[in-house]
């Protein structure tokens, strides 16, 4: 190649699955995001608390946006391709058929969602073992997590599901598997989410104590033998059939999965911020707390040492940053919690024709109501009299309390659009000091953080990122690319095409950083 010819571009698509939609992104090497789609995925409610999907309907969606993203690009060009999800659990027979999940027969709903909260008692058994397990999720399991899910399963659909079933996936992994036939695991989902451990493997202790023997006994081929650090390649790559499904060629490489919000937090965590004039700048990453806030909010801490935090998740080694430790700290509903305090208002209907005569969004155009009213005061001050509890769908962290409901305190008869945008702005608020909640519990057990680095949904609106610096007192960096889940999946598919050394390599090139939010001084 003469010097004046330039080395052909390079590309990699990310693929995130998240709770309502799957989106799709072309990322160069750069890190410079060049073609974005989504596409909504059915969710079924049977029932209270029991939340259903279709891993068939969400494979289709993720080819309708791969095929979207690549259009007009040189397939040759495309040189990995990297998957993220939501940690929901799809069950598969041994032909890798789907099996249903509900008292219905419904094959078609093979897919147990991250939110579902149906195996409460379960859990409570699971608890009740003070297995030495649980000292790596804070103490006391999550009835999202999947061995909960698995015993339900067992006890109540034994014959229309648990004794056909060949394969238990969490869905990052399933995704994996139907691009490349490849049925090893990531290290990110059996880690966080199943028990499994970095270090010494399963724990066959567990799983005879809790009544799921049947892993133990065939090896855990059901769940997985053959797991795999986030970003290594998978098997040839891409087959030709899921190829032909994704608008891609066959051979592509294909990289172990990430779960969603590790996804963001790799996007964001890992990154370069020298020369923005930040505050953060020149401080350790283990001083940083990624927020990966959007149906949930996931809180990423990570540290050289374990760190044992009541409450919080973790201490996962190498689950999302490779060589350090993380904590997960979470709230179950945060973006899914202000939809519902907005819609069920009496005033919604108002609220949509006035945003909608605006060419806004419901938000900001609630963000401008709640500038106008709040005359010469902090808009923070609009809810002196007024409170919300964000615990509807249970404590995640750091109370780790599935029974915990939500509550709302200081209500008038008052039912007009004021009343509503308070309303919306209390329950910010409350999700904000959810956030410091468990950052305080953290840097009790020993975590050292000084920034918040806010990335999903969420983080794309102002309000909600002013009221997490408010409250906690502490600075806010938002990524220049806003879509830092999308880049976390982009970054797995650089790193096994093997164009990267490791993921941190390519974190630093891709992530710059742009804004900085300050609280107020207290």
């Known amino acids: 190649m003469s010097g004046g010819e330039q080395k052909p571009k390079r590309y990699y698509v990310g693929v995130d699955v998240g709770t309502g939609s799957v989106r799709a992104a072309l990322v160069d090497q750069s890190g410079v995001l060049l ?130 079933a060949g394969h238990f996936f969490d869905l990052p992994d399933f995704l994996s598997w139907k691009a490349t036939g490849v049925t090893a695991r990531s290290l990110c989902s059996l880690v966080c989410k199943w028990t499994y451990s970095a270090e010494k493997g399963w724990d066959d202790s567990f799983w005879k104590m809790v009544g799921l023997e049947d892993f133990v006994a065939d090896n855990y081929s059901k769940i997985g033998n053959q797991v795999l650090p986030p970003g290594a390649s998978l098997g040839n790559g891409l087959t030709p059939e899921a190829a032909r499904d994704l608008g891609l060629l066959p051979g592509i490489a294909v990289a172990a999965s990430l779960i969603d919000a590790h996804a963001g937090g790799l996007g964001v965590i ?59 700290g979470g709230q179950s509903v945060t973006g899914k919690l202000i939809d519902h305090m907005v819609q069920g208002h009496a005033a919604f209907p108002e609220l949509q024709a006035k945003a909608t005569a605006r060419c806004q969004s419901v938000y900001a155009y609630l963000n401008s109501h709640l500038d106008l009213i709040k005359k010469a005061q902090p808009v923070g001050f609009l809810t002196v009299d007024l409170h919300v509890w964000p615990d509807f769908h249970g404590n995640r962290s750091p109370l780790a309390d599935l029974t915990l409901k939500g509550m709302v305190t200081g209500l008038t008869l008052s039912q007009d659009l004021d009343d509503l945008a308070i309303l919306y702005l209390a329950t910010v608020q409350a999700i904000a000091l959810g956030t410091r909640f468990i950052k305080e519990a953290m840097e009790a057990a020993g975590h050292s953080i000084s920034t918040l680095f ?69």
Not at 97 to 124: F, K, T, Y
Not at 276 to 293: D, K, N, Y
Not at 322 to 328: D, I, Q, T
Not at 492 to 510: K, P, T
């Open 35 to 164: 073609a974005f789609a989504d596409h909504p995925i059915e969710k079924w409610e049977p029932q209270f608390n029991h939340h259903e999907q279709s891993s068939e309907d969400i494979w289709a969606a993720c080819c309708v946006v791969t095929k979207k993203v690549v259009q007009g690009i040189d397939l040759n060009q495309i040189r990995g391709l990297g998957f993220d999800a939501t940690c929901s659990l799809v069950v598969l027979d041994k032909e890798f058929h789907p099996l249903p999940v509900n008292h219905e027969g419904d094959s078609r709903r093979n897919v147990i969602m991250w939110l579902d909260h149906r195996a409460v008692s379960q859990v409570n058994r699971i608890n009740e073992t003070k297995h030495s397990i649980l000292q790596y999720v804070g103490g006391v399991m999550s009835v999202e997590m999947q061995a909960p899910k698995l015993l339900w399963l067992k006890e109540n659909l034994r014959e229309t599901c648990w004794d056909k």
């Open 270 to 328: 890992g990154a370069d911020v020298r020369g923005h004039g930040l505050v953060c700048e020149g401080q350790p990453v283990t001083s940083r707390l990624a927020v990966i806030c959007g149906t949930s909010s996931c809180h990423m801490g990570i540290s050289k040492d374990p760190i044992f935090v009541p409450g919080v998740w973790g201490p996962y080694f190498s689950a999302m940053v490779p060589g350090f430790w993380l904590n997960e």
């Open 454 to 522: 806010l990335c999903g949904g969420l983080s794309k609106n102002p309000l909600f990122v002013q009221m997490h610096a408010d409250i906690t007192g502490m600075p806010v960096v938002l990524s220049q690319e806003v879509e830092s889940v999308l880049v976390g999946a982009a970054i797995l598919g650089a790193c096994a095409s093997g164009d990267f050394a490791s993921v941190q390599v390519y974190c630093e090139r891709l992530c710059t950083h742009r804004a900085l939010w300050r609280g107020f001084e207290c």
